[in-house]
């Protein structure tokens, strides 16, 4: 019997930024960091984003693991768990000469990645990084590489699915709901795996149908109303759904997801107003990606003009609502009031980064461009009577080490599912306009 090879894996700059607690994350075999890695490390330890905080909680993670030691034969990780080992620079060989002759620093972690693979042959050596391309590179001169993959999710699909429709519905059962404030027990309509809490059904009979939520404190279904909410109509089943996921009290997290034009934002923004008096702020938010990879900075004007771009569509949801009333109503006078007296916040995600947010309505928009750890950051910051909604579309991330399997967004769905204070909700139509559901279909 061929004994299996152990693993080496060396580690690119980009996997400590996603996650500072990675190295604790390979079972038993070894972990290599490259020098060149750590030098990458020092150009973001200043500042006050994620990625600051995660290049140096990095560091103090290794400065406790070694102690008043070296590195030299590699560092115990914990117990179950392998060797951890900083490998110094490495002369280019001839064949990384030829095919990269520029000296960066990709190509310096590139070098030390194969010098282990040529001088370790009793492991299996692979380079783990998220970006692609650096991938492609260490494959093209015979090095495996591979994705970051444990906080990836694994079951997408459930994550991206539509409302679950249940056919061949008693009518009788249907008209039992309508008739029955307090709902029916779900022992009298059997799903197969069973629903769970606040999970979101359409029941179809012969006749008849009706829209349901699971209520699994009571084990009911109850009817699920469709209901205008300042100003916004739902258009369709799962609209109505996110309506009522949004303004029920008992659920504290939710998260929506859908392409564009789905009306994502625009539901939570509507559902945050209606219930305006419950939250002493109303906070909406998003992530700054800057285009084209090109910092913020390079944008003419002060720090709210440089801003400004990015939060438009935030203001555009806000104008669609305030354009349901006349600018002399009392409702239209209410938003402008609240933003006024700052009790209505539109702002990026990165300014209120490290504030306790207690009794707050906290909408995340465009979260699919979050990392696991962001998310987490952000909800660990939730004080009592605090509810946040966070909204994105899974297949338009615009952070290059990011994809469906691993964003914040993706992960916080996956493992909240079933929790009694989360609800999810996947809005498939959209409502934007006939030309931009043809668009979002076809292009």
Request: glycine share 6%.
């Amino acid at each position: 019997m061929t004994k299996k090879k152990s693993k080496i894996f060396v580690l690119d700059t980009n996997v400590l930024l996603h996650d500072y607690k990675c190295i604790f994350n390979f079972e038993k075999n070894d972990v290599i960091i490259p020098i060149t890695v750590l030098e990458e490390l020092d150009k973001f330890k200043k500042g006050n984003d994620l990625i600051n905080f995660q290049a140096r909680e990095f560091t103090r993670e290794l400065d406790r693991l070694s102690g008043d030691g070296l590195f030299n034969g590699g560092i115990p990780l914990g117990k179950g768990l392998g060797k951890l080992s900083i490998e110094t620079g490495k002369v280019f060989s001839e064949k990384m000469k030829a095919s990269f002759p520029e000296d960066t620093p990709d190509h310096r972690i590139l070098a030390i990645a194969e010098y282990v693979y040529l001088n370790k042959k009793s492991s299996e050596v692979v380079l783990i990084t998220k970006d692609i391309n650096l991938r492609m590179k260490a494959k093209s001169i015979g090095v495996m590489a591979g994705d970051y993959e444990s906080d990836k999710v694994q079951n997408i699909d459930m994550i991206y699915k539509e409302i679950y429709t249940l056919e061949d519905i008693d009518d009788d059962q249907i008209a039992k709901i309508y008739n029955e404030e307090e709902g029916i027990s779900v022992d009298e309509i059997k799903i197969t795996p069973p629903p769970k809490p606040n999970q979101y059904f359409i029941l179809k009979g012969n006749r008849s149908s009706a829209l349901v939520h699971y209520n699994s404190n009571d084990k009911v279904f109850e009817r699920v109303l469709k209901q205008k909410v300042y100003g916004i109509e739902p258009r369709n089943a799962e609209q109505t759904f996110a309506f009522d996921a949004l303004l029920r009290d008992e659920v504290q997290l939710i998260s929506i997801t859908g392409k564009a034009g789905t009306g994502k934002t625009l539901l939570a923004l509507a559902a945050a107003i209606q219930q305006r008096q419950k939250y002493t702020q109303i906070f909406l938010a998003r992530p700054i990606v800057p285009l084209s990879n090109r910092d913020i900075g390079f944008l003419p004007g002060d720090a709210k003009e440089k801003i400004g771009p990015y939060m438009q569509p935030l203001f555009d949801n806000l104008d669609v609502i305030k354009n349901k009333f006349s600018s002399t109503s009392k409702d239209y006078q209410k938003i402008e009031e609240m933003q006024n007296s700052e009790k209505l916040i539109i702002t990026p995600l990165a300014y209120i980064r490290g504030r306790s947010l207690s009794r707050a309505y906290f909408i995340v928009d465009e979260a699919q461009n979050l990392t696991p750890h962001e998310i987490k950051t952000i909800i660990t910051r939730a004080g009592e009577g605090t509810k946040m909604v966070f909204t994105g579309d899974i297949e338009q991330i615009d952070t290059p080490y990011l994809d469906m399997k691993s964003n914040g967004l993706s992960y916080l769905t996956d493992k909240m599912i079933g929790q009694e204070v989360f609800s999810h909700i996947n809005l498939v139509k959209g409502e934007r306009s006939f030309l931009a559901e043809l668009a979002s279909n076809l292009l």
